[in-house]
């Protein structure tokens, strides 16, 4: 089964950047994707009827704001939406779907670069959202958190760490809180089968950032670890354009 995840920063700007294109050529079970900025009363036939999949949004209340969406070819047990407390639910941020071996969180995590009442909400959110997988993994249940985490975790995880050392996305507190979320028995996959590799998924329009590789790893696949066993590969797949993200994949046996 491969499992997709993409920022595609505006569902509607990467469909005209070969969005379509991407997803019959590489044909995933299931593409979570994140930044949707529609809601699906917005968009055209071509994105909501894909030939062979599936699709469920989750859009913000603001509109061309944030949003999650996913694209399935095998309908899941259940899908929903948002985390315990209604607090976090209303700006589009989650889609849960639950297959017969692991449930699966669709995530775009917030931003916290514009304030301290939003850096304040990121860390709230986030901590909302461990509480309720650590609920899942208390009851022996297999979980895979995919999305923008909009976090670097460590040092190696984006070109200029010195330099971004005081920025939302690279905080101690930020980083502190991933090695939380590890803690409860989840596992960053990519950096579990890529110890040493440097890769990013991440680059900021400006100062020709992508073109100099000057980028951050702040998407990412988070298994828990007994699921491991079942994770043949992860990848980033950092030469697919589109959006000011690139996709990542994850594998798994069958």
Request: aromatic share 12%; hydrophobic share 35%.
């Amino acid at each position: 089964m491969k499992i997709i995840s993409w920022n595609v920063n505006g569902i509607r700007a990467a469909e005209k950047k070969g969005f379509l294109t991407f997803i019959e050529e590489v044909s995933p079970d299931l593409l979570c994707i994140q930044e949707t900025k529609a809601h699906d009363h917005q968009l055209e036939a071509s994105l909501l009827d894909i030939p062979g999949y599936f699709a469920y949004f989750h859009s913000g209340e603001k509109k061309g704001y944030s949003g999650t969406a996913v694209y399935y070819k095998q309908e899941p047990l259940a899908i929903r939406t948002g985390l315990s407390d209604a607090t976090f639910n209303n700006e589009g941020r989650t889609i849960i779907m639950e297959y017969p071996d692991f449930i699966l969180y669709n995530v775009y995590f917030p931003n916290g670069q514009k304030d301290d009442e939003r850096l304040n909400f990121k860390m709230a959110f986030n901590q909302c959202l461990q509480n309720d997988i650590q609920k899942l993994l208390d009851a022996k249940k297999n979980v895979i958190v995919c999305g923008d985490i909009n976090i670097a975790h460590q040092e190696i995880d984006l070109k200029n760490p010195k330099e971004n050392s005081k920025r939302s996305g690279f905080l101690p507190e930020e980083r502190a809180w991933i090695d939380d979320f590890l803690s409860i028995g989840m596992v960053d996959s990519w950096r579990v089968q890529h110890p040493e590799e440097v890769k990013y998924s991440w680059w900021s329009y400006r100062f020709n950032a992508r073109a100099h590789n000057a980028g951050w790893r702040i998407d990412s696949f988070f298994v828990s670890e007994p699921f491991m066993s079942r994770v043949d590969c992860t990848d980033i797949l950092n030469d697919v354009l589109g959006s000011d993200h690139c996709p990542i994949v994850l594998t798994l046996k069958p």
